[in-house]
């Protein structure tokens, strides 16, 4: 038992995955590739704040799980997203994952507990501020 579970990477319509019995290696990768300021501004600012570095990371990944790719294939790929695309994204919800493997699992629970609850008490927040479809005729003549 590795204490991991399989990481897929989604590229370019594929999935190629990463083995849970691999994934030590995959976390030396990322470690090496993303520093901690890096990260930090990943955080912050998403794909765009350090792309090259994220590119590379992500298509060291790729290229662990088996793929054919380059680093510039990948920074070419979100660049043309403009770094906010369907595919910056999921490479930044993948590199995000990776680094909550590096805490303690108690950390990652707490923290995992606090996002749900943050996510929850903004979905309550977006329902209030809903305008009805239908509103009443009262509701229309104010």
Not at 30 to 49: N, P
Not at 53 to 67: C, D, K, T
Not at 73 to 93: F, M, P, T
């Amino acid at each position: 038992m590795s204490g991991f579970e399989a990481l897929e990477l989604p590229w370019q319509g594929r999935t190629p995955t990463i083995a849970a019995n691999r994934m030590m290696g995959a976390l030396q990768l990322y470690e090496r590739a993303v520093g901690t300021q890096d990260f930090l501004a990943l955080c912050r600012e998403g794909m765009g704040a350090a792309p090259a570095v994220f590119s590379a990371a992500y298509a060291g990944l790729l290229r662990y799980a088996g793929e054919r790719v380059s680093d510039e294939e990948v920074y070419r790929a979100c660049l043309a997203e403009s770094w906010v695309g369907v595919q910056s994204v999921a490479i930044a919800d993948k590199l995000l994952h990776l680094q909550m493997l590096r805490l303690p699992p108690e950390r990652r629970a707490q923290i995992e507990a606090a996002s749900a609850e943050a996510e929850e008490k903004l979905e309550g927040e977006a329902g209030e501020e809903a305008e009805p479809e239908n509103p009443t005729p009262a509701a229309q003549a104010s």
